[in-house]
């Protein structure tokens, strides 16, 4: 079966950085793009970022220019880097992936991790 593991998750003040990441495993043809998307009490889950398998990023316009997305296609890794965390970016962070698996019948589908927490204090 084709898993996605988050990690990196946690407690941080205000300012402060986390590096999350997430990493593919089982039985997997192709990944295409990746992203992660957070989901905030009460709130809708929203698109954080996504990189294209060539490494080609999007990001939503509240963590432009302190988030970074990253990949490494060889370990079937994605990675956020988030820094100057604010009390907003508080929320479950849950990766996302476009994979194509290794079966008879594989076909391009999109996979979700469990989610990791996130949480800014002020």
């Known amino acids: 079966q084709v898993q996605l593991v988050e990690s990196g998750g946690g407690l941080v003040q205000a300012g402060g950085s986390l590096r999350l990441s997430c990493a593919a495993s089982g039985r997997i043809s192709s990944i295409n793009a990746m992203g992660w998307y957070r989901q905030a009490p009460e709130k809708e889950r929203e698109l954080v970022a996504t990189?294209?398998?060539?490494?080609?990023?999007n990001y939503a316009d509240s963590v432009r220019g302190r988030f970074t997305i990253s990949r490494d296609n060889a370990k079937k890794t994605v990675y956020l880097q988030m820094n100057g965390l604010k009390p907003e970016d508080t929320g479950v962070y849950y990766c996302?992936?476009?994979?194509?698996?290794?079966?008879?019948?594989?076909?391009?589908?999109?996979?979700w991790g469990q989610g990791t927490q996130v949480s800014v204090s002020s």
């Open positions: 996302n992936a476009d994979i194509t698996p290794i079966t008879a019948w594989g076909r391009r589908s999109e996979y």
């Open positions: 990189v294209t398998s060539g490494g080609n990023a």
